[in-house]
């Protein structure tokens, strides 16, 4: 049996669709596996969207490259089960010549032709069409007895840059198709996206250039009526300095520091001694820290000031596998829980 559905995800309820966005290199493609199985332990069957081509969830959960169909990547011990899909835009096309014009055979005939190469390729707009169409069919999709077969979706989705563009593309063609079955399926895809069954979350990193972005992003999404979920703080260091110590990091304290080194059984704090060697890599290193300190300071402020519901993820030091995931999507409940 499956859980009632958990209030903690997306703003204002629970999201039935969760976009996940940000600079490249933040970690989108991790914290939308992490979202997904964090979701999967609380019971719920979810559906992971890979839309950029690059087999990065195949890999992050060390299976073999999607192909274009759903497929179980992992039971959680909640009993959720998690599945994956790679949408492939000339296989998307297909679906939908057959949605539209039951093109079984024919739709084959024109990917021999290079008809659909040819607009998968040369009309990216129509890709995006056809990726977030994909998505939107999935969330919406019922079984049988009229029960939703995923009760979330979450999209590994294009970055910041390209997010609200990517999200509205439907808008623009219901506004070039003013009616019949595309305008229609424009329509209904824009529906899911607007409503509130949708948060879109921006991952960042607490420096300035991502941080930026995400804020410059959330304005973009805003205007374009777009749901903005949560702002995901990812790769969070610990600080090793208490406040008195950060303070002092930055000044000169040679020979004090030379002089506890000493005292610690170092060597004699005299020049040249291996306590004096020590002292400064020591301190630069203690100043660097500070530094960085104040800078992940400023970026708080200004993430603060975006008055956003956040997530934050610690930096896991061994790199992310598997059981990485896991630690992140235990995290991601703690927080939720907590509000
Ligand atoms: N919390 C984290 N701790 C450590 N490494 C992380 C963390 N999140 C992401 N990474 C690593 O950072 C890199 C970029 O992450 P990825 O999810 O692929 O970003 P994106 O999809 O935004 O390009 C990957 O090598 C990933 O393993
Ligand atoms: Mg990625």
Redesign the pocket.
């Known amino acids: 049996m499956r859980a009632p559905g958990p209030e903690w995800l997306g703003s204002g309820g629970v999201s039935r669709l969760q976009v996940v966005s940000?600079?490249?290199?933040?970690?989108?493609?991790?914290?939308a596996a992490a979202l997904a199985l964090a979701l999967a332990r609380e019971g719920r069957r979810t559906l992971l969207v890979e839309v950029e081509g690059r087999q990065?969830l195949a890999q992050?959960f060390g299976a073999e490259a999607l192909p274009y169909e759903e497929r179980k990547i992992a039971v959680a011990p909640g009993g959720g089960e998690v599945f994956a899909l790679a949408i492939d835009a000339e296989r998307a096309l297909l679906d939908y010549l057959q949605m539209f014009y039951k093109l079984g055979s024919a739709g084959r005939a024109l990917k021999k032709l290079g008809a659909i190469d040819f607009a998968t390729t040369i009309a990216p707009g129509l890709r995006d069409v056809l990726l977030t169409g994909k998505a939107c069919e999935a969330v919406r999709r019922k079984d049988k007895a009229g029960r939703y077969v995923y009760d979330h979706v979450i999209m590994?989705a294009p970055?910041t840059g390209r997010i609200t563009r990517f999200l509205n593309v439907n808008d623009e063609v219901a506004g070039l198709a003013r009616f019949g079955p595309i305008h229609h399926q424009a329509q209904a895809v824009m529906k899911v996206l607007k409503s509130p069954e949708t948060a879109v979350h921006l991952?960042t990193l607490l420096e300035e250039m991502p941080v930026q972005e995400t804020a410059d992003g959330i304005e973009e999404l805003r205007g374009a009526g777009l749901p903005v979920g949560r702002v995901v703080v990812?790769?969070v260091r610990p600080h090793h300095l208490d406040e008195d110590t950060l303070r002092t990091a930055a000044e000169d304290h040679r020979a004090g520091v030379a002089k506890a080194l000493s005292r610690a059984g170092l060597g004699g704090a005299r020049r040249g001694g291996v306590a004096e060697r020590l002292v400064e890599p020591l301190l630069a290193q203690a100043a660097e820290h500070a530094g960085r300190v104040e800078l992940e300071r400023a970026q708080r402020a200004v993430l603060a000031g975006l008055d956003l519901p956040t997530y934050e993820?610690?930096?896991?030091?061994a790199?992310?596998d598997v059981a990485?995931l896991y630690e992140?999507a235990k995290e991601l409940r703690k927080q939720s829980v907590a509000e």
Request: proline share 8%.
């Open positions: 940000g600079k490249g290199g933040t970690g989108k493609t991790t914290v990065g992050l590994d970055p991952v990812n790769m993820l610690p930096l896991l030091g790199g992310v990485g992140l």
